[in-house]
């Protein structure tokens, strides 16, 4: 590849001399090598303090020598030009030592430096670099560590992007294909539409509808990560009894037991995100019941009350459990319709949870699981404080 001459003008005037020049990059190579920089630094501390120490001993030994006329006046000079050679050699020793030594401790500290870069350069070009060995507990080794964490999380969101855009593809594919082949058959006359078609075709622009919606819902909460909460005190045994009360109807209908055991407390919540949590949960637990039975039980630990749901299930596999609050996360792997929804409501549930500072999880004991998530309490004026100061 062709370069460009920086000093177009100089060079071109110097060349009419007959005279060539360096490139004058090359002279200035220090000012984009942090080692050379170091080096530079080191050599003219060094420099100035074995100048500084040498030239004050000399002078000292010759001041002895001429207050006392220890020696001639030739041999005063001889001692003065002997001082001033050793002194000269001595110096140049030292700092031809010092920097050998300097040399080797700072190649070693930039070495790691020099990794991260290329490392950076790589995440640049899109690519994720393996992860850099830390061979120090100092800030570099430190920073060495903060690094491939980086790279780790930015990997397994990347990951997750995908995983995610690829099951909403997968979700979506299916309602549109066969929306689009009974429709094409009605339109062309293949197929006579009856009250089973029509109704088939409403599940499935009610699937639809009840996917974008959850989709909708989850870009809106993770969206007012940057935004204050709307927080109020809510008594949490009177709130828990009204969304229980929406679901009276589906609870008749399976024939479910619900048992409440509820500490008293007043917490703070957003009262709207709370009600879509506690929804979910329910929804969820009722959906995929097979116990007939429903335990919601909520109680205080410190400074946060813990709400947990049980119900009795089909088995989570163990391993699949810490993924249950991830976005379109299925315990079954071929996603079927009848086996349950889109895996979107526990990871709203989990957004929002954590905005109000809480955290949510799943105990879960072979077909028996709760799921469980807590909020912060009203406790003292000091976290009335706090949490209105987050308020809107």
């Known amino acids: 590849m062709k370069q460009t001459n920086p000093y177009p003008t100089l060079s071109k005037r110097y060349g009419e001399w007959g005279i060539v020049l360096l490139p004058f990059s090359r002279i200035f190579i220090w000012k984009k090598s942090l080692q050379w920089k170091l080096i530079l630094i080191n050599v003219l501390v060094i420099s100035v303090v074995i100048w500084l120490a040498g030239v004050s001993v000399k002078d000292f030994a010759c001041l002895l020598v001429g207050q006392y006329h220890l020696v001639g006046e030739d041999k005063s000079r001889f001692f003065d030009s002997t001082m001033q050679f050793y002194l000269l050699r001595a110096s140049l020793l030292a700092i031809v030592v010092a920097s050998v030594i300097h040399y080797f401790f700072i190649n070693r500290i930039l070495v790691p430096l020099q990794k991260l870069v290329e490392s950076t350069r790589l995440m640049t070009e899109g690519n994720y670099p393996k992860p850099l060995p830390v061979l120090s507990p100092d800030e570099i080794g430190r920073l060495t560590r903060d690094f491939n964490h980086l790279v780790f999380?930015?990997?397994?969101?990347?990951?997750?992007?995908?995983?995610?855009?690829?099951?909403?593809?997968?979700?979506?594919?299916?309602?549109?294909?066969?929306?689009?082949?009974?429709?094409?058959?009605?339109?062309?006359?293949?197929?006579?539409?009856?009250?089973?078609?029509?109704?088939?075709?409403?599940?499935?622009?009610?699937?639809?509808t009840e996917l974008v919606e959850e989709l909708h819902q989850?870009?809106?909460?993770?969206?007012?990560?940057?935004?204050?909460?709307?927080?109020?005190?809510?008594?949490?045994?009177?709130?828990?009894?009204?969304?229980?009360?929406?679901?009276?109807?589906?609870?008749?209908?399976?024939?479910?037991?619900?048992?409440?055991?509820?500490?008293?407390?007043?917490?703070?919540?957003?009262?709207?995100?709370?009600?879509?949590?506690?929804n979910n949960l329910l929804k969820n637990a009722i959906q995929y019941d097979v116990g007939r039975k429903l335990t919601v039980t909520g109680k205080s630990i410190d400074k946060k009350y813990i709400i947990t749901i049980t119900n009795?299930?089909?088995?989570?596999?163990?391993?699949?459990?810490?993924?249950?609050?991830?976005?379109?996360?299925?315990?079954?792997?071929?996603r079927q319709r009848h086996t349950g929804g889109s895996g979107l409501g526990l990871a709203i549930v989990k957004e929002i949870v954590e905005q109000h500072g809480g955290n949510v999880g799943l105990h879960s004991n072979k077909n028996e699981h709760s799921f469980w998530f807590s909020i912060q309490k009203v406790e003292s004026a000091f976290d009335c404080h706090e949490a209105e100061s987050r308020c809107v």
């Open 153 to 208: 999380t930015l990997k397994k969101t990347e990951e997750s992007r995908k995983q995610m855009l690829s099951d909403i593809s997968h979700e979506l594919r299916t309602p549109l294909t066969n929306l689009k082949g009974y429709l094409e058959a009605l339109s062309s006359g293949i197929l006579q539409g009856d009250q089973t078609l029509y109704h088939m075709l409403y599940q499935e622009s009610i699937h639809l």
């Open 218 to 278: 989850l870009t809106i909460w993770e969206a007012r990560k940057m935004k204050p909460l709307s927080f109020e005190k809510v008594d949490v045994q009177e709130f828990m009894e009204n969304c229980l009360q929406n679901f009276k109807l589906e609870l008749q209908n399976k024939e479910m037991k619900v048992h409440v055991s509820m500490t008293p407390e007043t917490v703070w919540m957003d009262k709207d995100g709370m009600k879509q949590v506690l």
């Open 312 to 334: 009795i299930g089909q088995p989570i596999p163990e391993e699949m459990q810490p993924r249950i609050f991830e976005p379109f996360f299925r315990v079954d792997p071929s």
